[in-house]
């Protein structure tokens, strides 16, 4: 191989690279060490693509500093991009929102609705209980963007 094809190749590996593997995006998590719900939620994220950290300190000291209003809590938080995710979010509405890159806090999802990902386990049934994925503006109000029923 001559100097210049070696040279030309060096040249060329960060590209094809960045080509060949697409970066994954982390989502940190922050929950409960017992909870099994989250376990669910994270492995839905993990099987869609997404990296996950997760750390099993709690969540409601990462919720206040995310912006997150209480009355909103359920048993995770999560950040991705720089957009707080609070409860069972569904994957569908994370990429709807990394997609469009509205200036808000993020997505939420409060409480534990059995039918949201994660809450959909065998002990459920096939149970589907309505809830809405709630978008978080900067003030703490909240507007639909997206049901489920």
Sequence with gaps: MSRRNWVAGALLLPA????????????????DPSCGCCKDWVAVLQKAGFDVRISDTGNDAVRAKLGIPAALGSCHTARVSGYALEGHVPVRE?????????????????????????????????????????????DGSTTVFQRYT
């Design 16 to 31: 094809f690279s960045a080509w060949a593997l697409p970066e994954r995006t982390l989502v940190e998590v922050w929950k």
């Design 94 to 138: 994370i990429q709807r929102l990394l997609r469009e890159k509205p200036k808000v806090v993020g997505l939420a999802v409060p409480g534990m609705p059995v039918g949201s990902p994660g809450m959909d386990g065998p002990a459920y049934n096939g149970r589907q209980d309505p809830y809405a994925v709630l978008l978080v503006q900067r």
